[in-house]
């Protein structure tokens, strides 16, 4: 990385190559504008993470939350990845300064993430 700001677009977009590259599918769910004319994601689940994508050779599944700093993720964002993760959905939050070991997450055989790095990202006040 050069240092200059990263938008989240461009990370997502860097995102979603490497994993076009690495043999991975992925779903976005794109924003649109709903009731009120205001910016929504059309999907039934707060929260839902921005990638969901799939391994089909090596058989993994992995939900992706993209963070720019000084975002962090919401309680409802937290939930869900929880959830997933609870259910056996590897889950990562990636901010830019994780693109050096993206390539070491998305090998076929890459870490299992544990849930102790979600909750670095936990919400402040959860309750």
């Known amino acids: 990385m050069t240092g200059l700001p990263i938008s989240h677009v461009d990370l997502q977009a860097t995102v979603v190559e490497a994993l076009g590259v690495l043999g991975w599918h992925h779903l976005?769910?794109?924003?649109?504008?709903?009731?009120?004319?205001?910016w929504v994601t059309a999907t039934n689940v707060l929260g839902w993470p921005d990638l969901f994508c799939w391994h089909?050779?090596?058989?993994?599944?992995?939900?992706?939350?993209?963070?720019?700093?000084?975002?962090?993720?919401?309680?409802?964002?937290?939930?869900?990845?929880?959830?997933?993760?609870?259910?056996?959905?590897?889950?990562?939050v990636l901010?830019?300064?994780?693109?050096?070991?993206?390539?070491?997450?998305?090998?076929?055989?890459?870490p299992r993430l544990e849930l102790r790095m979600l909750e670095a990202f936990a919400p402040k006040n959860p309750c």
């Open 56 to 92: 089909p050779v090596a058989r993994r599944q992995l939900a992706i939350e993209l963070k720019v700093p000084p975002d962090r993720l919401t309680l409802g964002q937290w939930q869900v990845l929880h959830d997933l993760d609870a259910a056996g959905v590897e889950t990562a």
């Open 95 to 110: 901010e830019p300064s994780d693109l050096t070991w993206l390539g070491a997450l998305l090998a076929p055989k890459g």
């Open 28 to 38: 976005h769910v794109r924003r649109s504008i709903g009731k009120g004319r205001k």
